[in-house]
Structures are given as C-alpha cells and as structure tokens.
Nanobody
C-alpha cells in the first residue's frame, strides 16, 4: 500500500510562488509516474502536470505551461510542483497521484493512489 502526503499549500498573492511536495511511504516511487491534479469548488478534478519515473518525460496542462515545473527526487521518495506566477484561477485543492502503468499519463483514471490534497488559494 502506498501513502501519499501533499504539503506546501497555502495562501499566495497573484504573481507569487508556492512549492508543493508529495512524499510517499509504503513503496518506493522510483518506478512510478507521478501526476498532480487540482479541483476547484464545483469543478471536476483536472490534470496539472505529470512526470515519468526517470524524470525524463513531463507533461503539463496548457493552463500552467511555462509557470509550473514538476520534478522528482527518487532518493527522497518525493515529487515537487514549483508554481510561479500564480493566478487566482489556480485556486484549488491540489492532489498528487501515483501509477505504475509504465508511462507518463495525463488521465486521472490511470492513477491508482491518491493523496488527501493540499489547499492552494491565490488572492488577486
């Protein structure tokens, strides 16, 4: 069983930055794909970014491309999401998720394990 715990959320001003972390326990993440998703009130959970097990392949939603960066440290069993130039529309609960399908994927249905989420609020 894998437990994922997100941290680093909070309140930021528009144009500011936050760094989210996703720490895993119970299983090494070194062979997994990790994705970040977010869900705003009244909206469906949407894809934000994903990174392959090696870190060599990354995907981003168009809405965050150029502003967010996903990275991983397999030695620390942790994945990060650096969020810069934040906008009020980035406000949501952010979730990390893991899959061992073997390739990076943007579909939430491909992810088997999810964290509890961390709130990100961006004020204008």
């Amino acid at each position: 069983q894998v437990q994922l715990v997100e941290s680093g959320g909070g309140l930021a001003q528009a144009g500011g930055s936050l760094r989210l972390s996703c720490a895993a326990s119970g299983r090494t993440l070194s062979s997994s794909t990790i994705g970040w998703f977010r869900q705003a009130p009244g909206k469906e959970r949407e894809f934000v970014a994903a990174i392959s097990w090696s870190g060599g392949v990354t995907y981003y939603a168009d809405s965050v491309k150029g502003r967010f960066t996903i990275s991983r440290d397999n030695a620390k069993n942790t994945v990060y999401l650096q969020m810069n130039s934040l906008k009020p529309e980035d406000t949501a609960v952010y979730y990390c998720a893991a899959t061992w399908l073997g390739q990076a994927t943007m579909s939430r249905y491909d992810y088997h394990y999810w964290g509890q989420g961390t709130q990100v609020t961006v004020s204008s």
